[in-house]
């Protein structure tokens, strides 16, 4: 029996994206191990971790494995621009590093973890560990996938969720400024004409060009 070396992989976060400080597990990359499991190099497929990670039985009762607990704790807090739900951060797939000098992971599909061998994909596991990486930052063509570069790519809104609200902008819209509070811009200039004493219409009259003048940017 060999062990392997199992360690989780998420696709590592800009500061350029985040407009912030990245600590911890925030930054994505390798994390440390998270945990170790004996198999068989004749007979132990990559498919067949899976119940082995996620599920263990103590005495007569199962259990969530300890491993399958730190995968899901990492991805509460990576970054998750695109409102992924708790059950879809949960899924995952397998990778590794081909070579040492390698910055992305090889990534290994998910219809061919029943047919491989855990000894077909890993040869040396004394240096080659097995990464858990998230399913959702990964494409269909097995590639990763960055923060919302699919969306922008394809010109359809970037959006994101906060709580219960869904907060959208589209390409070509000025930040800031929706419809919405032009409307009250709008609203707000007019009853300031209908407030102001006649010795400030001249106040009165910059607002309203400067209401215009917002509402000419956007359109």
Same mark, same amino acid.
């Given at each position: 029996m060999s062990r392997l070396i199992l #360690?989780?992989?998420?696709?590592?976060?800009?500061?350029?994206e985040q407009h912030s400080f990245l600590v911890g597990t925030e930054q994505g990359g390798l994390s440390n191990q998270?945990?170790?499991?004996?198999?068989d190099e004749a007979t132990t497929t990559v498919g067949s971790?899976?119940? #082995?990670?996620?599920?263990?039985?103590? #005495?007569?009762?199962? #259990?969530?494995?300890?491993?399958?607990?730190?995968?899901?704790?990492?991805?509460?807090?990576?970054?998750?621009?695109?409102?992924?739900t708790s059950k879809q951060l949960r899924r995952y797939c397998f990778g590794y590093f081909k070579t040492p000098e390698d910055e992305v992971p090889t990534i290994i599909p998910v219809d061919s973890e029943?047919?491989?061998?855990?000894?077909?994909?890993?040869?040396?596991?004394?240096?080659?560990?097995?990464?858990?990486?998230?399913?959702?930052?990964?494409?269909?063509?097995?590639?990763?996938?960055?923060?919302?570069?699919?969306?922008?790519?394809?010109?359809?809104?970037?959006?994101?969720?906060?709580?219960?609200e869904h907060h959208t902008q589209r390409s070509g819209q000025e930040p800031g400024l929706s419809h919405s509070s032009i409307e009250g811009a709008q609203e707000l200039g007019a009853l300031a004409a209908e407030s102001h004493p006649p010795q400030q219409e001249d106040l009165v009259l910059e607002l309203e060009a400067a209401v215009a003048a917002a509402v000419g940017k956007v359109r």
């Amino acid at each position: 029996m060999s062990r392997l070396i199992l #360690r989780i992989y998420t696709r590592k976060s800009s500061v350029f994206e985040q407009h912030s400080f990245l600590v911890g597990t925030e930054q994505g990359g390798l994390s440390n191990q998270i945990g170790t499991l004996p198999f068989d190099e004749a007979t132990t497929t990559v498919g067949s971790l899976r119940e #082995r990670i996620e599920v263990q039985v103590d #005495r007569n009762m199962v #259990r969530r494995n300890p491993i399958y607990q730190e995968y899901i704790s990492v991805m509460s807090y990576i970054p998750n621009p695109e409102g992924f739900t708790s059950k879809q951060l949960r899924r995952y797939c397998f990778g590794y590093f081909k070579t040492p000098e390698d910055e992305v992971p090889t990534i290994i599909p998910v219809d061919s973890e029943d047919e491989l061998l855990v000894s077909e994909v890993i040869e040396d596991y004394l240096k080659t560990d097995l990464l858990l990486i998230p399913q959702v930052q990964v494409g269909l063509d097995g590639k990763f996938v960055s923060s919302q570069g699919k969306q922008r790519e394809s010109g359809s809104p970037a959006a994101h969720q906060v709580g219960t609200e869904h907060h959208t902008q589209r390409s070509g819209q000025e930040p800031g400024l929706s419809h919405s509070s032009i409307e009250g811009a709008q609203e707000l200039g007019a009853l300031a004409a209908e407030s102001h004493p006649p010795q400030q219409e001249d106040l009165v009259l910059e607002l309203e060009a400067a209401v215009a003048a917002a509402v000419g940017k956007v359109r």
